[in-house]
């Protein structure tokens, strides 16, 4: 089982950047498809970004492409999310989660427990 801690949300203007860490306990996180995906309020969870295990496939919900980065560390046990050029619609909750074990292609819905989330604010 992977245990996921978010961190690195906060407030920012239109246009600024974040980066999204999620730190992974567990020592198989490697073999593991990793996620991030974001609840903003009254609105349903949705899916963000996705990272194959090898950390080689990414894929992108249409709305972030070109300004989000997913990126993996193994060797930390970390996942990133890096986000540019922010909009206030990326305003939400942002959560890690685990995908399918030897795993390289998107999934939607976690295989695993979420982390505790961390906020992102853009303000206009």
């Known amino acids: 089982q992977v245990q996921l801690v978010e961190s690195g949300g906060g407030l920012v203007q239109a246009g600024g950047s974040l980066r999204l860490s999620c730190a992974a306990s567990g020592r198989s996180f490697s073999s593991y498809a990793m996620g991030w995906f974001r609840q903003a309020p009254g609105k349903e969870r949705e899916f963000v970004a996705s990272?194959?295990?090898?950390?080689?496939?990414?894929y992108y919900t249409d709305s972030v492409k070109g300004r989000f980065t997913i990126s993996r560390d193994n060797a930390k046990n970390t996942v990133y999310l890096q986000m540019n050029s922010l909009k206030p619609e990326d305003t939400a909750v942002y959560y890690c989660?685990?995908?399918?074990?030897?795993?390289?292609?998107?999934?939607?819905?976690?295989?695993?427990?979420w982390g505790q989330g961390t906020q992102v604010t853009v303000s206009s």
């Open positions: 990272i194959g295990w090898g950390g080689v496939n990414t």
């Open positions: 989660a685990p995908g399918p074990q030897w795993y390289s292609g998107r999934f939607d819905a976690p295989f695993g427990s």
